[in-house]
């Protein structure tokens, strides 16, 4: 089997297969972005996934850990081992959360915040590397799908 010029798989007698699923060129997709990620934030001395789970503090600061690992896309057991991780760097804090004695929340250190800021740029330009052959308009358009995408398959059901 070959491959042409635009990814498509040639089948024995010549004929271009089906292109590759959504499921698949997300997927293709995460990957190079994580790997992308992964380099640009490697001088921190974090990974990628720990990257995030800042991020997410950024946007959402004093959260369980429950709630930092599903927003951050990795298992409960994932994220208590990169909390203590993130902790014992001096990058975040647990407290205990007012509303219930026996909840930790996370919270971003200023060491985490500066961090972010130091790497703002970098991982901006990781984001416009993946999208400088599209529009802005097509860009915008992408974020959208992918927003909604994610929407439609949050929704239980």
Do not use: C
């Amino acid at each position: 089997m070959t491959t042409t010029p635009i990814g498509r798989e040639r089948d024995g007698d010549g004929g271009a297969k089906a292109p590759p699923s959504l499921l698949y060129l997300v997927k293709r997709l995460e990957l190079a972005v994580r790997s992308h990620l992964e380099e640009v934030v490697r001088p921190a001395g974090v990974t990628a996934l720990q990257y995030t789970a800042l991020t997410v503090l950024e946007r959402h600061d004093g959260v369980s850990a429950a709630q930092l690992a599903r927003s951050s896309f990795v298992t409960a057991q994932t994220m208590a081992d990169m909390v203590r991780a993130l902790e014992k760097r001096g990058l975040i804090r647990r407290e205990p959360n007012p509303a219930s004695r026996r909840e930790l929340l996370i919270l971003l250190n200023d060491a985490g915040r500066e961090l972010l800021a130091e790497y703002a740029e970098p991982v901006r330009r990781v984001e416009e590397r993946m999208t400088a052959e599209l529009t802005a308009r097509q860009a915008e358009q992408f974020r959208a799908a992918l927003g909604t995408s994610w929407r439609a398959l949050s929704r239980e059901g």
